[in-house]
C-alpha cells in the first residue's frame, strides 16, 4: 500500500518520580484528525534509537511537561525553577536538533518551544513571576478548565500563526510558569501576549519550526479553530 498519510511522532510525557510514561490524546488525536498518523515516541535513554526514530518520522512534535534543566541554557538551578526530567531533556533536545539539521517539520507546544528554544541556543525564565519586575503579569498558569481561552495574544501578519489563525489577534489557554527569556539564533517571535511575553517562535530559514507557549490541544475538542496550527504543521509534514 503506498503510504498517503505523513508519519508524526509526538513525544511521551514522563515523570521521573513515578518512573511512569503517558501521553493526553488530544495530542495525537488532533494530528490524526489533520490526516497525519501519529506515533508516540518513547522517553528512553538509549540514544541508539533517537537517529532511527527522527528519519523514519515526517514531522516531530514536542509535547508539554516539566521544566527544562536550566543548566541547559548555562544557569544553575533557581529555587523557583520546576521539576526536571533529564531523560525527557536528553531526548527531546537532540530531536529539536536533529530535525532543524534534517530541516524536518517541528512543533513544540508549551514545554515544547522551550525545548526548541534551549536546544537552538536560547534562553528562559525560570519563573516569570519571581524574575519579571518592571511590569504586572496576568495569569500564565491559568486556574480554568484546560479549553478555556484566557488570555489575548498579538500575532506577526506573514508567520505560521497568522497563517493557522488568519488573524491578528486570537485568545489562548496558559500553563506555563516559564517563558522565553533570550529568543535562539535564527528564531523570531511571532506572537506575544499583551504584558509582553513570548507566546511564539518560529525560523522562517527552515520549512516549518514552530513553537507556541499555549495548548492547542486542549482546545480544539471545543472549537475547532485551534485545529488551524495543526493542520498546517502535517500539511508541511507531506512536503519532500
Ligand atoms: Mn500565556
Known sequence: MEKTKPLIGVTAHFSTENDYSWLRPVYYDAINKVGGA????????????????????????????????????????????????????????????????LNKPLLGICRGIQVINVALGGTLYQDIHAQIKDRELMQHFQKAPRWYPTHKILIEKGSHVFNAFGKTEAWVNSFHHQAIKDVAPGFRVTSHSTDGLIESIENDSLKFAVGVQWHPEAMWGKDEEYLGLFRLFVGHCRVK
Open 38 to 101: 501519529a506515533v508516540i515516541i518513547p522517553i528512553t535513554d538509549e540514544e541508539s534509537v533517537y537517529d532511527d526514530i527522527i528519519e523514519r518520522c515526517d514531522g516531530i512534535l514536542l509535547t508539554g511537561g516539566a521544566d527544562v534543566d536550566p543548566h541547559r541554557y548555562g544557569e544553575d538551578i533557581k529555587v523557583f525553577n520546576g521539576e526536571i526530567s533529564p531523560i525527557r531533556d536528553k531526548v527531546e533536545l537532540y530531536l529539536a536538533r536533529r530535525a532543524v539539521e
